[in-house]
């Protein structure tokens, strides 16, 4: 175990934000913004912006970390644009009206193509496919859960086509869940 892996996660979150020259095995040098450390295994993960160009994210494995120099720290730009990259996109923001709208016209359609679909938790917000995946609000493919993989895929896919169409109708192809 070498000095980067004996460290704490603590000690790791010092160099978030800043960025740093890493040293690694066979003395290959890799030089980035820090976006995290993964506290298992000591990999840190470096984005770089070089210009003209879209940002790229490198993982520098914890065990072949020789030695780790910062170079810098990030100001308030920088740090929102690092929190950009691991952030999802961001959200419209819905009012309680259009929420409802979605989650009604979502419900319609699926019903519509013969989905089993009904409503649970408080104020019947979310809702259930088969009693097996639940759409949270805004009710997109990413607020979708399932411990069933293939319906899961399945249903996320038809919400995409769904979304895509921008109005109900009945889906393209029959689905079996």
Known sequence: MNDWQRKSPLDWETYV???????AVEKHEYEGWVLTVDPVSATIVLA????NEKGSISFI?????????????????MKQRLA???APEESQAYSPEELEK???????WLETNHIPV???GEQGRTLSVAGVLT????YGPEQCSSANEIILSRVQDLL?????QQRPGPAQEPFCL
């Open 61 to 77: 494995m914890g065990h072949a970390i020789q030695e780790v120099e910062i170079l810098r720290e990030g100001d308030s730009d």
């Open 84 to 86: 950009r990259i691991s």
């Open 160 to 164: 995409q086509g769904y979304l895509g």
């Open 17 to 23: 934000n800043k960025l740093v020259k890493v040293v």
């Open 118 to 120: 009904g409503e649970q």
């Open 102 to 108: 979605r989650r009604k016209a979502l419900k319609s």
């Open 135 to 138: 759409i949270e609000p805004p």
């Open 48 to 51: 770089t912006f070089p210009e």
